[in-house]
């Protein structure tokens, strides 16, 4: 029997070939599929236009945050073991700390076989910038460097640096030696190799010869964000380390330790509470507390690590996964286009779809057909995402503190490229499978299949866009009302008009009263005053205080500032009872100022405090400071803490660290031109550096600041790209009820009725979006607020107001669309009927 065209036994034209034939056709069908998809989209040019830019700024917005999450998690990545390597940290009273005391270092040395090396990083409170000069018969000028910390010689046996000069391995052996980044090297002493060379290094309480021994490059993030090292065996702080022998006290030595293979990092840790306890239970008791260890893998800590006494500013793993969501639901917001205008438009294609199956072709080679067309799409949405990034880049660092390049990690070119071709897929694979679903009988005779099930679906997946659009705004509200909260909530004190000055040399120390005398006489500053710290930044100092009765199993925690004459003046911080610190007052040396707090928590009484003595204990030695006042509670801290213990004394430690003057004048500029006169006049060779209160307050909240302008960036690109598809949407919408819209206008429908009956459905979108985004933003902001101790709170009109705007966004987006289609001429519309 002979098989006839319409046999189920005959087969299709482009069915089964053999496998010469299929090998022979395959070049000229990907050729075919390229012409026909490029061909499309070159006849739909707005349909094009609308889906190109779309994906490429849903590209251009979701590589921009994976290079920033790429450099994110690059910390401590390249450290030879690095998963070998850990710090050691504590928990006391219910508060992790970062720190170990001196000891610590050498008894683990000891004990642990299983550590392979061990080494102590020192960051003192007060010396956040050191003085250093070329100091080889050179007149140079000397600068003020950042981000100096003391190091154990072993330093770099437990970490890797990869040095452009001096050998690594002895770099740190030698009593005063300093090892250099990079850049510091460069600044120093050019391009020559400068090991071997003397740098002066200038402290508040004298100047030291340092030997360079080695120069590091800077190709590597780290948690510690150093620009020099210099040997913790030294002939400034290097007799004090040495006497560093109490279990319980100076939390303040970073200790790191690199485990062998061999070792179980579980174990190790299991041991280190008992070691505490076996070497520090004498000190510990004296103190009368307890201290549980435990160790954090040093990869871990600039991302997952947010406790006490923290070497450096980390970053945060909880912004890492807020800002990669909102990359990836932009690029879905982006995708989401693609696919509402390809399955809005799947009633032009459908003729085409069944002549293609009438003519042979089998539903698998349609699926490549709108699959091509999707990742043509994709790759012209990359050339313009690449020069969006290109030119957005710069902004970017600016924002971010970073200084990222696209092509600078080959990594990255693979990210891309995963990147794009997931966008072509995600955004063509429904449209290709529903559309060549199409039964050619049907569609052929003008019926579609699943037309109310693809329309669902688009209405779910603006309804999607919109929820991810408000959900980041209502967010970059929140933020934003926060920020401004931290910004304008009283503290306590003054923080405004506040000049400060540090004192980073001996010599400038001893011109201090000189210096502060002067400053008085210049018109507009009222006081100024002295201080071992002022609000605002970290404060390492605390002493365990007990009441008279009591005893140091009864102390309470209190961090101190060693102040000067008119400290409490100066800042604006108000008394509650007592006297402040004056020079009318000479004795004060033995005399001390509490907070509400502390008198609360030492248990006086505010009105019967004055005059009673708190007591702590140094070396052994008990001593008693007689409480002469009570200053009203203030935040000495960011507010992502509440109000603790606080005290101010005179002679503890060195007061001359920073001058503070309080400043009121319109002409900052002529201020700050006679105070600098003034120091160049006392302190020549000393360079001047200078900042205000208020701002260095404000450094506290960079991380939150940060976050809140990127995320109001990115809120305004979710908008315009869920917009752009709203727009298509409306514009195909309209085209299809054309004929509608001619029939109603001569029914006599008016112009306003058609607009509301285009855009009605679109803002009903809108509004359960709306339903659905404010419960989940009303959670994702409460779980954010809960990192300060003082939050502004959601008020309820913020939702509202979102739902407004959103609305009206979407009523212009759809309302240019409806009100061109409403006046269009009626007779034009129907002349096909």
């Not at 060549?436 to 693809?454: E, Q, T």
Request: net charge positive; charged share 20%; proline share 3%.
């Amino acid at each position: 029997m002979v098989d006839r065209p319409w046999s189920p036994k005959a087969q299709p034209i482009g069915g089964q070939r053999s496998a010469v034939g299929g090998q022979k056709h395959q070049t000229p069908m990907l050729k075919n599929y390229l012409k026909i998809a490029l061909r499309n989209l070159l006849n739909n040019k707005g349909y094009t236009a609308i889906n190109v830019f779309g994906l490429g700024l849903g590209l251009a917005t979701c590589l921009l945050i994976v290079l920033y999450i790429f450099d994110e998690m690059s910390y401590d990545k390249h450290h030879r073991s690095a998963d070998r390597l850990f710090r050691i940290a504590m928990e006391v009273q219910n508060e992790k700390w970062s720190g170990m005391p001196g000891p610590v270092a050498a008894g683990i040395q000891t004990d642990f076989p299983e550590v392979k090396s061990v080494a102590r990083v020192l960051k003192f409170s007060g010396f956040d910038r050191m003085l250093l000069e070329n100091w080889n018969g050179k007149v140079t000028r000397p600068f003020y460097e950042t981000n100096g910390y003391y190091a154990d010689s072993t330093l770099f046996d437990v970490f890797t640096y990869d040095f452009k000069y001096g050998d690594a391995r002895t770099a740190l052996k030698r009593p005063n030696s300093l090892v250099l980044s990079e850049n510091v090297a460069e600044k120093l002493f050019g391009n020559a190799d400068p090991v071997g060379k003397i740098i002066r290094v200038g402290l508040n309480f004298g100047d030291f010869e340092y030997t360079v021994s080695g120069v590091f490059r800077a190709n590597h993030k780290s948690h510690i964000d150093a620009r020099f090292f210099l040997s913790m065996q030294n002939g400034d702080m290097g007799g004090w380390v040495a006497s560093q022998n109490n279990w319980a006290m100076n939390n303040i030595f970073h200790t790191y330790v690199r485990l062998r293979d061999d070792a179980d990092p579980a174990a190790f840790e299991a041991k280190l509470t008992p070691f505490m306890n076996r070497h520090g239970g004498a000190d510990l008791k004296a103190m009368g507390i307890s201290k549980e260890l435990f160790i954090q893998p040093v990869t871990d800590i600039y991302l997952k690590s947010n406790i006490g006494g923290e070497i450096a500013p980390n970053g945060s793993m909880t912004y890492l996964y807020i800002f990669g969501s909102i990359a990836v639901f932009l690029l879905l917001i982006a995708c989401i286009n693609f696919m509402n205008l390809s399955t809005a438009r799947s009633e032009k294609r459908a003729k085409e779809v069944g002549v293609r199956k009438v003519m042979g072709a089998v539903r698998q080679s349609l699926v490549y057909q709108f699959l091509g067309e999707s990742m043509m799409l994709a790759l012209m949405g990359l050339g313009v995402a690449v020069l969006v990034v290109e030119l957005l880049l710069p902004y970017f660092n600016n924002l971010t503190g970073k200084v990222l390049d696209m092509f600078a990690e080959p990594a990255f070119l693979y990210w891309i490229a995963g990147i794009t071709l997931f966008t072509g897929l995600v955004a063509g694979l429904y449209p290709a499978f529903y559309m060549s679903s199409f039964k050619p009988v049907s569609v052929l005779k003008g019926r579609l299949a699943n037309v109310a099930s693809a329309s669902l679906l688009r209405k779910g997946l603006v309804v999607f866009q919109f929820t991810v659009s408000i959900i980041l705004i209502l967010g970059a509200i929140v933020i934003g009302q926060q920020l401004s909260f931290l910004q304008n909530q009283h503290l306590g004190f003054d923080k405004e008009q506040k000049l400060v000055v540090p004192f980073r040399n001996a010599k400038a120390t001893a011109n201090y009263h000189a210096f502060r005398e002067e400053v008085l006489r210049i018109p507009g500053v009222e006081t100024a005053t002295s201080g071992s710290v002022y609000p605002g930044i970290e404060n390492i100092e605390d002493l365990p205080l007990y009441a008279e009765s009591k005893t140091i199993h009864d102390a309470v925690d209190t961090h101190f500032a060693t102040v000067g004459d008119d400290y409490i003046e100066t800042l604006g911080l108000k008394m509650a009872a007592g006297r402040s610190f004056t020079k009318e007052f000479t004795g004060d040396s033995s005399s001390i100022i509490l907070n509400e707090a502390a008198v609360r928590e030492l248990g006086y009484n505010l009105t019967s405090v004055i005059g009673k003595n708190v007591f702590f204990e140094l070396g052994g030695n008990r001593r008693g400071l007689q409480v002469v006042g009570v200053v009203k509670d203030f935040n000495f801290n960011s507010l992502h803490e509440g109000i603790k213990p606080y005290a101010l004394t005179t002679s503890i430690t060195d007061k001359y660290q920073y001058f503070i003057a309080n400043v009121k004048t319109s002409d900052y500029a002529a201020v700050l031109a006679s105070v600098e006169a003034t120091w160049k006049k006392l302190n020549p060779d000393i360079p001047f550096a200078y900042s205000f209160l208020d701002e260095d307050f404000q450094k506290n909240y960079e991380k939150e600041r940060r976050t809140g302008t990127i995320v109001l960036y990115f809120t305004c690109i979710a908008v315009v790209i869920a917009c752009l598809g709203l727009f298509g949407l409306a514009a195909f919408s309209a085209e299809r009820r054309t004929k509608e819209i001619g029939v109603r206008k001569v029914l006599g429908a008016s112009v306003s009725s058609i607009v509301r009956m285009l855009s009605g459905e679109f803002l009903s979108l809108v509004c359960i979006a709306l339903a659905i985004a404010t419960p989940v933003a009303w959670v994702g902001m409460r779980q954010w607020l809960q990192g300060f101790a003082y939050q502004v709170g959601i008020q309820w009109w913020i939702f509202p107001v979102t739902g407004l705007l959103a609305i009206l966004v979407a009523l212009f987006t759809v309302g240019f669309q409806s009100v061109k289609a409403a006046l269009m001429d009626p007779v034009k519309s129907l002349k096909g009927e």
